[in-house]
């Protein structure tokens, strides 16, 4: 079966992606499907990885360190940018067309001979059935190590019922709070269910109250307990402005000595991720060698982290294009320190959409003062956006802006007005607006 034709056959299940729903979240039916599969995800040990922001950042570092002791490591994480493949894939790269083809021919051919047989009381889903496929590709391609990113939340994701080697908890702040609740406790006790009976659970610097949730929870489940801020001692970082790069310090008794790298992974962020990703490998791991994990988060880059693209395919005269996909107050943040860091003494431009349900209002006001234009427009026709809210919200922060119905009109507007003033562009407010720009370049 061609991959082509399994992404057909697949979106025509509900995606809440695409379609945002509540009370659609349960396990039992990730259950009853991977029970008719002989339940692949047992098949390969994992690590599991959630979290409010950088989880696929932490996902793509342990994979990288781990491919290093020539390791054979899957990745199933999301979303993807410019190739569905993005999402399951080998370390930095793709499996073969076989493996995805026949893991592909597998899933569809049992599904549709059990589908009448499955629950009635809500529809399989493209979440859901995708995370099968995941965990059979996993297996057909016979991987020494699987990491697993949590879609959204935690307890109930379709991600949930792998035994991990080790989970990872990412920061927690407030987002999809419709779906997880209205206040950082309650998110992160959506997070904490993946903390499984005796698995050990690495968590990153947390609030106080945010702290309470997990060890709690880890008590319950008899899970050993960490916390990053704890287990490293130091974490520093200095950017080499020139060569578009930083250079990272690390200091932990988990290591025999410091670690130091560089990395195109900019921001004070991706040290920290750095530093999850390389704790969760030597917790379980602990001779994993130091010089393989600089080696590892030296290597790691992935698209819409703050990527930095040179005179990109039509617009070769662009001075620099930073795309971003940060969708929260925070993560725009500290976007915008990076952006500062290495472009503040540049024009720069703005091209920002985000989905509906973002706070666009206090995202706004961290771009006051600081482009020269503000191009405004919809994350691409996959997420809603609120188009009267986010204008409001730009006008509110007594910023300029030019809104663009067409999300297309208004990306090519924006590379070309960037291009003719010799301006570094930001996109930034959310991936689905990075993979229309990134699909546009070339």
Same mark, same amino acid.
């Given at each position: 079966?061609?991959?082509?034709?399994?992404?057909?056959?697949?979106?025509?299940?509900?995606?809440?992606?695409?379609?945002?729903?509540?009370?659609?979240?349960?396990?039992? *039916?990730?259950?009853? =499907?991977?029970?008719?599969?002989?339940?692949?995800?047992?098949?390969? %040990?994992?690590?599991?990885?959630?979290?409010? $922001?950088?989880?696929?950042?932490?996902?793509?570092?342990?994979?990288?360190?781990?491919?290093?002791?020539? $390791?054979?490591?899957?990745?199933?994480?999301? +979303?993807?940018?410019?190739?569905?493949?993005?999402?399951?894939?080998?370390?930095? @790269?793709?499996?073969?067309?076989?493996? #995805?083809?026949?893991?592909?021919?597998?899933?569809?051919?049992?599904?549709?001979?059990?589908?009448?047989?499955? %629950? $009635?009381?809500?529809?399989?889903?493209?979440?859901?059935?995708?995370?099968?496929?995941?965990?059979?590709? *996993?297996?057909?391609?016979?991987?020494?190590?699987?990491?697993?990113?949590?879609?959204?939340?935690?307890?109930?994701? !379709?991600?949930?019922?792998?035994?991990?080697?080790?989970?990872?908890?990412?920061?927690?702040? =407030?987002?999809?709070?419709?779906?997880?609740?209205?206040?950082?406790?309650?998110?992160?006790?959506?997070?904490?269910?993946?903390?499984?009976?005796?698995?050990?659970?690495?968590?990153?610097?947390?609030?106080?109250?945010?702290?309470?949730?997990?060890?709690?929870?880890?008590?319950?489940?008899?899970?050993?307990?960490?916390?990053?801020?704890?287990?490293?001692?130091?974490?520093?970082?200095?950017?080499?402005?020139?060569?578009?790069?930083?250079?990272?310090?690390?200091? @932990?008794? &988990?290591?025999?000595? +410091?670690?130091?790298?560089?990395?195109?992974?900019?921001?004070?962020?991706?040290?920290?991720?750095?530093?999850? !990703?390389?704790?969760?490998?030597?917790?379980?791991?602990?001779?994993?060698?130091?010089?393989?994990?600089?080696?590892? &988060?030296?290597?790691? @880059?992935?698209?819409?982290?703050?990527?930095?693209?040179?005179?990109?395919?039509?617009? +070769?005269?662009?001075?620099? =294009? /930073?795309?971003?996909?940060?969708?929260? /107050?925070?993560?725009?943040?500290?976007?915008?320190?990076?952006?500062?860091?290495?472009?503040?003494?540049?024009?720069?431009?703005? &091209?920002?959409?985000?989905? !509906?349900?973002?706070?666009?209002?206090?995202?706004?006001?961290?771009?006051?003062?600081?482009?020269?234009?503000?191009?405004?427009?919809?994350?691409?026709?996959?997420? @809603?956006?609120?188009?009267?809210? *986010?204008?409001?919200?730009?006008?509110?922060?007594?910023?300029?802006?030019?809104? #663009?119905?067409?999300? $297309?009109?208004?990306?090519?507007?924006?590379?070309?007005?960037?291009?003719?003033?010799?301006?570094?562009?930001?996109?930034?407010?959310?991936?689905?607006?990075?993979?229309?720009?990134?699909?546009?370049?070339?």
């Amino acid at each position: 079966m061609m991959l082509q034709d399994f992404l057909n056959w697949v979106d025509s299940f509900l995606n809440f992606e695409k379609l945002p729903q509540k009370n659609i979240f349960w396990l039992d *039916m990730m259950q009853l =499907l991977c029970n008719e599969f002989e339940n692949p995800q047992n098949d390969v %040990p994992c690590f599991h990885v959630a979290g409010s $922001k950088g989880k696929g950042s932490v996902c793509a570092m342990i994979a990288s360190i781990l491919s290093e002791d020539e $390791k054979k490591i899957g990745v199933y994480a999301s +979303p993807h940018i410019s190739d569905f493949r993005e999402r399951i894939r080998l370390n930095d @790269s793709f499996f073969s067309d076989e493996v #995805y083809q026949s893991a592909a021919q597998i899933l569809k051919e049992k599904f549709e001979k059990i589908k009448d047989t499955l %629950p $009635k009381e809500r529809a399989v889903t493209w979440f859901e059935l995708v995370t099968v496929y995941a965990f059979l590709v *996993m297996k057909k391609a016979g991987v020494d190590v699987a990491v697993y990113e949590v879609g959204l939340g935690g307890r109930l994701d !379709a991600t949930n019922i792998v035994n991990p080697l080790i989970s990872v908890i990412n920061t927690i702040e =407030l987002e999809h709070t419709e779906f997880l609740g209205d206040t950082v406790e309650k998110i992160a006790a959506e997070k904490a269910g993946i903390i499984k009976e005796g698995v050990p659970v690495l968590c990153a610097a947390q609030t106080e109250n945010v702290k309470k949730v997990f060890i709690e929870k880890a008590k319950e489940r008899n899970s050993k307990i960490y916390f990053a801020d704890e287990l490293i001692e130091k974490t520093d970082f200095s950017y080499d402005i020139e060569k578009k790069m930083m250079n990272v310090f690390i200091n @932990s008794n &988990l290591f025999s000595r +410091p670690l130091k790298f560089s990395t195109h992974m900019l921001g004070e962020y991706q040290a920290k991720n750095a530093a999850l !990703a390389a704790a969760a490998v030597k917790l379980v791991y602990p001779d994993f060698d130091e010089g393989k994990i600089e080696e590892g &988060l030296s290597k790691v @880059s992935l698209p819409a982290r703050f990527e930095i693209v040179h005179n990109p395919g039509r617009y +070769p005269k662009l001075s620099d =294009l /930073v795309i971003d996909g940060a969708h929260t /107050v925070k993560s725009v943040s500290l976007t915008m320190d990076t952006l500062l860091k290495f472009y503040g003494d540049k024009k720069l431009h703005l &091209l920002f959409a985000c989905a !509906a349900d973002k706070d666009v209002g206090h995202i706004a006001e961290l771009f006051k003062n600081k482009f020269e234009s503000v191009t405004l427009t919809k994350p691409g026709l996959t997420k @809603s956006c609120n188009k009267d809210k *986010m204008c409001s919200a730009f006008s509110t922060a007594g910023i300029d802006a030019k809104f #663009y119905e067409d999300y $297309k009109t208004g990306i090519e507007t924006a590379l070309k007005n960037a291009e003719d003033k010799k301006a570094v562009l930001l996109v930034t407010g959310s991936f689905y607006l990075a993979s229309e720009v990134t699909a546009l370049l070339y």
